[in-house]
Protein backbone atom coordinates (compact mmCIF):
# COMPACT_ATOMS: atom_id res chain seq x y z
CA UNK A 1 0.00 0.00 0.00
CA UNK A 2 1.44 3.36 -1.20
CA UNK A 3 1.83 5.59 1.69
CA UNK A 4 0.75 9.59 1.68
CA UNK A 5 2.95 11.76 1.07
CA UNK A 6 3.80 15.63 2.34
CA UNK A 7 0.88 17.36 0.17
CA UNK A 8 -0.10 19.78 2.08
CA UNK A 9 2.31 23.04 2.91
CA UNK A 10 1.12 25.60 5.41
CA UNK A 11 2.84 29.24 5.28
CA UNK A 12 2.47 31.61 7.70
CA UNK A 13 4.04 35.08 7.46
CA UNK A 14 4.07 38.78 8.40
CA UNK A 15 5.67 41.82 8.55
CA UNK A 16 8.68 41.44 5.48
CA UNK A 17 6.52 38.66 3.61
CA UNK A 18 5.43 39.54 0.82
CA UNK A 19 8.56 39.97 -0.93
CA UNK A 20 10.10 36.66 0.66
CA UNK A 21 6.98 34.76 -0.39
CA UNK A 22 7.21 35.70 -4.20
CA UNK A 23 10.54 34.71 -3.64
CA UNK A 24 9.77 30.95 -2.76
CA UNK A 25 6.78 30.81 -5.25
CA UNK A 26 9.49 31.49 -7.81
CA UNK A 27 11.10 28.31 -7.25
CA UNK A 28 8.36 25.99 -6.77
CA UNK A 29 7.57 23.96 -10.32
CA UNK A 30 4.16 23.41 -11.79
CA UNK A 31 3.89 20.23 -11.15
CA UNK A 32 4.23 20.32 -7.49
CA UNK A 33 2.31 17.35 -5.90
CA UNK A 34 1.16 19.28 -2.94
CA UNK A 35 -1.39 22.34 -2.11
CA UNK A 36 -0.20 25.95 -0.58
CA UNK A 37 -1.94 27.18 2.16
CA UNK A 38 -0.68 30.76 3.00
CA UNK A 39 -1.35 33.25 6.27
CA UNK A 40 -0.05 37.02 6.03
CA UNK A 41 -0.60 39.16 8.58
CA UNK A 42 -2.90 41.78 6.94
CA UNK A 43 -4.66 45.33 7.56
CA UNK A 44 -8.62 45.10 7.43
CA UNK A 45 -8.28 47.60 4.11
CA UNK A 46 -6.03 45.18 2.28
CA UNK A 47 -6.52 44.02 -0.67
CA UNK A 48 -6.00 40.04 -1.10
CA UNK A 49 -6.88 39.98 -4.75
CA UNK A 50 -4.04 42.63 -5.50
CA UNK A 51 -1.43 40.63 -3.91
CA UNK A 52 -2.37 37.50 -5.24
CA UNK A 53 -1.82 38.62 -8.53
CA UNK A 54 1.65 39.78 -6.86
CA UNK A 55 2.46 36.38 -6.35
CA UNK A 56 0.81 34.58 -10.08
CA UNK A 57 3.12 37.31 -11.79
CA UNK A 58 6.68 35.15 -10.49
CA UNK A 59 4.65 32.08 -9.85
CA UNK A 60 4.28 28.80 -12.30
CA UNK A 61 1.73 27.40 -9.99
CA UNK A 62 -2.15 28.68 -9.54
CA UNK A 63 -2.59 31.26 -6.73
CA UNK A 64 -5.55 32.23 -6.23
CA UNK A 65 -7.75 33.86 -3.10
CA UNK A 66 -9.38 31.13 -1.15
CA UNK A 67 -13.00 30.43 -0.71
CA UNK A 68 -15.25 29.16 1.74
CA UNK A 69 -15.58 25.64 1.51
CA UNK A 70 -13.83 25.75 -1.80
CA UNK A 71 -12.38 21.87 -2.77
CA UNK A 72 -8.28 21.56 -2.03
CA UNK A 73 -6.62 20.77 -5.43
CA UNK A 74 -2.75 20.39 -5.91
CA UNK A 75 -0.84 22.46 -7.73
CA UNK A 76 -2.54 25.33 -6.35
CA UNK A 77 -1.69 28.25 -3.36
CA UNK A 78 -4.32 29.35 -1.88
CA UNK A 79 -3.88 32.71 -0.44
CA UNK A 80 -6.38 33.97 3.00
CA UNK A 81 -8.74 36.86 2.02
CA UNK A 82 -7.90 39.81 4.02
CA UNK A 83 -9.93 40.04 7.42
CA UNK A 84 -10.77 36.45 7.75
CA UNK A 85 -9.45 32.99 9.10
CA UNK A 86 -8.57 30.54 6.82
CA UNK A 87 -9.05 26.65 7.92
CA UNK A 88 -8.45 23.43 6.47
CA UNK A 89 -10.78 20.86 7.12
CA UNK A 90 -10.23 17.10 4.69
CA UNK A 91 -10.38 17.85 0.99
CA UNK A 92 -11.99 21.28 1.17
CA UNK A 93 -11.50 25.00 2.99
CA UNK A 94 -13.49 26.84 5.33
CA UNK A 95 -12.29 31.11 5.01
CA UNK A 96 -14.70 32.51 8.41
CA UNK A 97 -14.38 36.01 10.11
CA UNK A 98 -13.97 34.57 14.02
CA UNK A 99 -12.68 36.03 16.70
CA UNK A 100 -8.82 37.42 16.91
CA UNK A 101 -5.84 34.74 17.73
CA UNK A 102 -2.82 36.97 19.13
CA UNK A 103 -4.59 39.74 18.22
CA UNK A 104 -4.56 39.16 14.55
CA UNK A 105 -7.52 38.36 11.79
CA UNK A 106 -6.34 36.44 9.60
CA UNK A 107 -4.36 34.30 12.08
CA UNK A 108 -1.79 31.89 11.62
CA UNK A 109 -2.17 29.32 14.29
CA UNK A 110 -6.05 28.16 13.07
CA UNK A 111 -4.70 27.19 10.05
CA UNK A 112 -1.44 25.35 11.45
CA UNK A 113 -3.71 24.18 13.82
CA UNK A 114 -6.58 23.05 11.77
CA UNK A 115 -3.90 21.75 9.22
CA UNK A 116 -2.48 19.04 11.69
CA UNK A 117 -5.88 18.03 12.86
CA UNK A 118 -7.06 16.92 9.38
CA UNK A 119 -3.67 15.95 8.14
CA UNK A 120 -1.71 14.96 10.64
CA UNK A 121 1.84 13.52 9.15
CA UNK A 122 1.15 15.18 5.87
CA UNK A 123 1.60 18.94 6.98
CA UNK A 124 4.36 20.78 6.27
CA UNK A 125 4.75 24.11 8.46
CA UNK A 126 6.54 26.77 7.14
CA UNK A 127 7.13 29.90 9.41
CA UNK A 128 8.95 33.30 7.40
CA UNK A 129 9.42 36.89 8.97
CA UNK A 130 7.24 38.63 11.14
CA UNK A 131 6.94 40.34 14.41
CA UNK A 132 5.60 38.48 17.69
CA UNK A 133 4.37 34.89 18.23
CA UNK A 134 1.90 34.25 16.13
CA UNK A 135 2.75 30.23 14.25
CA UNK A 136 4.04 29.12 17.23
CA UNK A 137 1.37 27.43 18.69
CA UNK A 138 0.41 25.96 15.82
CA UNK A 139 3.96 24.96 14.31
CA UNK A 140 4.08 22.69 17.80
CA UNK A 141 0.49 20.97 17.05
CA UNK A 142 2.07 20.25 13.25
CA UNK A 143 5.21 18.89 15.04
CA UNK A 144 3.34 16.63 18.02
CA UNK A 145 0.54 15.32 14.64
CA UNK A 146 3.86 14.32 12.62
CA UNK A 147 4.34 16.58 10.36
CA UNK A 148 7.41 18.70 9.22
CA UNK A 149 8.67 21.95 10.50
CA UNK A 150 10.65 24.81 8.70
CA UNK A 151 11.51 28.51 9.69
CA UNK A 152 13.29 30.93 7.71
CA UNK A 153 16.80 31.55 9.45
CA UNK A 154 16.32 34.63 11.62
CA UNK A 155 19.79 36.04 10.52
CA UNK A 156 18.19 36.59 7.28
CA UNK A 157 14.61 37.60 8.18
CA UNK A 158 13.86 40.92 7.65
CA UNK A 159 11.66 40.69 10.93
CA UNK A 160 12.98 37.58 13.27
CA UNK A 161 10.55 37.59 15.97
CA UNK A 162 8.56 34.70 14.45
CA UNK A 163 11.24 32.11 13.69
CA UNK A 164 13.22 32.80 16.44
CA UNK A 165 10.07 32.30 18.74
CA UNK A 166 9.49 28.76 17.10
CA UNK A 167 12.95 28.22 17.49
CA UNK A 168 12.64 28.92 21.08
CA UNK A 169 9.79 26.72 22.06
CA UNK A 170 10.11 23.66 19.24
CA UNK A 171 12.80 21.43 17.82
CA UNK A 172 12.66 22.75 14.61
CA UNK A 173 13.47 19.46 11.44
CA UNK A 174 15.10 22.78 9.18
CA UNK A 175 15.81 26.19 9.40
CA UNK A 176 17.19 27.65 5.65
CA UNK A 177 17.32 30.26 3.75
CA UNK A 178 14.65 31.49 1.45
CA UNK A 179 16.81 30.39 -1.09
CA UNK A 180 17.12 27.00 -0.33
CA UNK A 181 13.41 26.23 0.56
CA UNK A 182 12.35 25.79 -2.65
CA UNK A 183 14.78 22.61 -3.80
CA UNK A 184 14.30 21.41 0.25
CA UNK A 185 10.32 21.31 -0.58
CA UNK A 186 10.49 19.72 -3.76
CA UNK A 187 12.30 16.90 -2.05
CA UNK A 188 10.02 17.36 0.97
CA UNK A 189 6.70 16.53 -0.85
CA UNK A 190 7.85 12.47 -2.03
CA UNK A 191 9.14 12.00 1.61
CA UNK A 192 6.14 9.48 2.31
CA UNK A 193 3.98 11.04 5.50
CA UNK A 194 4.59 8.54 8.71
CA UNK A 195 1.84 5.71 9.01
CA UNK A 196 2.84 5.82 12.93
CA UNK A 197 2.35 8.78 13.75
CA UNK A 198 -1.42 9.91 15.60
CA UNK A 199 -2.79 13.34 15.86
CA UNK A 200 -3.17 13.99 19.31
CA UNK A 201 -6.77 14.38 20.86
CA UNK A 202 -6.16 17.94 22.52
CA UNK A 203 -5.09 19.17 18.89
CA UNK A 204 -8.35 17.68 17.38
CA UNK A 205 -10.16 18.63 19.98
CA UNK A 206 -8.78 22.56 20.49
CA UNK A 207 -9.46 22.57 16.42
CA UNK A 208 -12.96 21.33 16.68
CA UNK A 209 -14.16 23.91 19.42
CA UNK A 210 -12.16 26.65 17.46
CA UNK A 211 -13.90 25.85 14.36
CA UNK A 212 -17.37 26.01 16.18
CA UNK A 213 -16.65 29.27 17.80
CA UNK A 214 -15.04 30.64 14.20
CA UNK A 215 -18.49 29.22 12.70
CA UNK A 216 -20.64 30.53 15.39
CA UNK A 217 -22.07 26.83 15.69
CA UNK A 218 -21.88 26.48 19.13
CA UNK A 219 -19.85 27.33 22.73
CA UNK A 220 -16.76 25.71 24.67
CA UNK A 221 -18.86 22.97 26.74
CA UNK A 222 -16.72 20.95 27.86
CA UNK A 223 -13.77 23.57 29.69
CA UNK A 224 -11.83 21.03 31.83
CA UNK A 225 -10.42 19.72 28.76
CA UNK A 226 -9.25 23.23 27.67
CA UNK A 227 -6.88 23.11 31.16
CA UNK A 228 -7.59 25.00 34.22
CA UNK A 229 -9.29 28.08 34.35
CA UNK A 230 -6.31 31.34 35.17
CA UNK A 231 -6.59 34.13 36.73
CA UNK A 232 -6.55 36.36 33.77
CA UNK A 233 -9.32 37.87 31.67
CA UNK A 234 -9.65 38.12 27.80
CA UNK A 235 -8.46 41.65 26.86
CA UNK A 236 -10.46 41.58 23.90
CA UNK A 237 -13.70 40.02 25.27
CA UNK A 238 -13.62 40.57 29.44
CA UNK A 239 -14.71 37.21 29.72
CA UNK A 240 -12.44 34.10 31.60
CA UNK A 241 -9.08 32.82 29.96
CA UNK A 242 -8.79 29.13 30.43
CA UNK A 243 -4.46 28.10 30.06
CA UNK A 244 -4.24 25.70 27.45
CA UNK A 245 -1.00 22.88 29.23
CA UNK A 246 -1.30 20.66 26.99
CA UNK A 247 2.39 20.69 24.92
CA UNK A 248 5.10 22.53 25.12
CA UNK A 249 3.53 25.66 24.46
CA UNK A 250 1.35 27.44 27.18
CA UNK A 251 -1.44 29.51 25.48
CA UNK A 252 -4.97 31.16 26.65
CA UNK A 253 -8.19 30.39 25.23
CA UNK A 254 -11.56 32.04 26.13
CA UNK A 255 -15.33 31.33 25.88
CA UNK A 256 -16.22 33.22 22.40
CA UNK A 257 -12.29 32.20 21.19
CA UNK A 258 -9.89 34.54 21.27
CA UNK A 259 -6.48 32.87 21.57
CA UNK A 260 -3.56 34.63 22.95
CA UNK A 261 0.12 33.37 23.66
CA UNK A 262 1.61 34.91 26.72
CA UNK A 263 3.61 37.82 24.71
CA UNK A 264 0.51 38.77 22.56
CA UNK A 265 -1.86 38.59 26.05
CA UNK A 266 0.65 41.20 27.15
CA UNK A 267 0.56 43.34 24.27
CA UNK A 268 -3.14 43.06 24.25
CA UNK A 269 -3.14 44.10 28.00
CA UNK A 270 -0.86 47.31 27.13
CA UNK A 271 -3.33 48.21 24.90
CA UNK A 272 -6.40 47.76 26.79
CA UNK A 273 -4.34 50.11 30.02
CA UNK A 274 -3.49 52.60 27.36
CA UNK A 275 -6.76 52.67 25.98
CA UNK A 276 -8.15 53.26 29.75
CA UNK A 277 -5.77 56.02 30.38
CA UNK A 278 -6.42 57.62 27.75
CA UNK A 279 -10.42 57.74 28.59
CA UNK A 280 -9.50 58.77 32.14
CA UNK A 281 -7.32 61.49 30.93
CA UNK A 282 -10.46 62.89 28.83
CA UNK A 283 -12.85 62.89 31.62
CA UNK A 284 -10.38 63.98 34.59
CA UNK A 285 -9.72 66.94 31.72
CA UNK A 286 -13.53 67.62 31.52
CA UNK A 287 -13.57 67.71 35.11
CA UNK A 288 -11.33 70.18 35.63
CA UNK A 289 -12.30 72.43 33.16
CA UNK A 290 -15.98 72.07 34.90
CA UNK A 291 -14.25 72.77 38.13
CA UNK A 292 -12.28 75.96 36.43
CA UNK A 293 -15.20 77.12 35.29
CA UNK A 294 -16.82 76.62 38.54
CA UNK A 295 -14.05 78.71 40.08
CA UNK A 296 -14.36 81.49 37.77
CA UNK A 297 -18.51 81.93 38.63
CA UNK A 298 -18.16 81.86 42.28
CA UNK A 299 -15.40 84.61 42.21
CA UNK A 300 -17.22 86.32 40.17
CA UNK A 301 -19.95 86.22 42.97
CA UNK A 302 -17.62 87.40 45.53
CA UNK A 303 -17.59 83.79 46.79
CA UNK A 304 -13.83 83.94 47.30
CA UNK A 305 -13.91 80.60 49.38
CA UNK A 306 -15.45 78.65 47.25
CA UNK A 307 -14.04 80.04 44.39
CA UNK A 308 -10.54 79.18 46.11
CA UNK A 309 -11.21 75.76 46.75
CA UNK A 310 -12.97 74.39 43.56
CA UNK A 311 -9.70 75.97 42.13
CA UNK A 312 -7.62 74.32 43.75
CA UNK A 313 -9.06 70.60 43.47
CA UNK A 314 -9.06 71.47 39.89
CA UNK A 315 -4.77 71.80 40.19
CA UNK A 316 -4.82 68.88 41.86
CA UNK A 317 -6.61 67.40 38.55
CA UNK A 318 -3.86 69.16 36.51
CA UNK A 319 -1.39 67.32 38.45
CA UNK A 320 -2.73 63.96 38.00
CA UNK A 321 -3.53 64.67 33.93
CA UNK A 322 -0.13 65.76 33.81
CA UNK A 323 1.20 61.99 35.16
CA UNK A 324 -1.11 60.03 33.18
CA UNK A 325 -0.06 61.98 29.75
CA UNK A 326 3.70 61.41 31.07
CA UNK A 327 3.38 58.13 30.91
CA UNK A 328 1.24 57.63 27.60
CA UNK A 329 3.73 59.24 25.54
CA UNK A 330 6.84 57.51 27.61
CA UNK A 331 4.85 54.50 26.64
CA UNK A 332 4.12 55.65 22.86
CA UNK A 333 8.05 56.94 22.16
CA UNK A 334 9.00 53.15 23.62
CA UNK A 335 7.17 51.68 21.20
CA UNK A 336 8.96 53.87 18.55
CA UNK A 337 12.19 53.09 19.59
CA UNK A 338 11.03 49.39 19.43
CA UNK A 339 9.88 49.91 15.96
CA UNK A 340 13.21 51.97 14.65
CA UNK A 341 15.29 48.76 16.66
CA UNK A 342 13.30 46.25 14.55
CA UNK A 343 13.83 48.22 11.48
CA UNK A 344 17.67 48.58 11.69
CA UNK A 345 17.84 44.62 13.13
CA UNK A 346 16.36 44.14 9.27
Known sequence: ??????????????????????????????????????????????NSDVLVDRLNKTSKLICQVAAH???????????????????????????????????????????????????????????LTGMLQDGTVGMEMIKRSGGITLVQHPEEAEYPDMPLSVLNEIEVDYVVSVAEMGQLLQELVFVPASSSAEVPEDVTYEATIAERLMLDTGEIEDTELMGPRSQFSCPSCGGALWEVTKGNVTHFRCHVGHAFTPDAYLNANVESIEETLWIAMRMLEERRTMLSALADQDK????????????ERAQELKQHIARIRHLLMANANARHRHDAEEKEVG
Open 1 to 46: MKLPHHDIIVIGTSAGGMAVLCELMEQLPADLPASIFIVQHLARNS
Open 69 to 127: EQTIEHGNVYFVPQDHHLLLQKGRMLVTKGPRENLFRPAIDPLFRSAAAAYGPRVIGIV
Open 300 to 311: RKGHNTWSEAQE
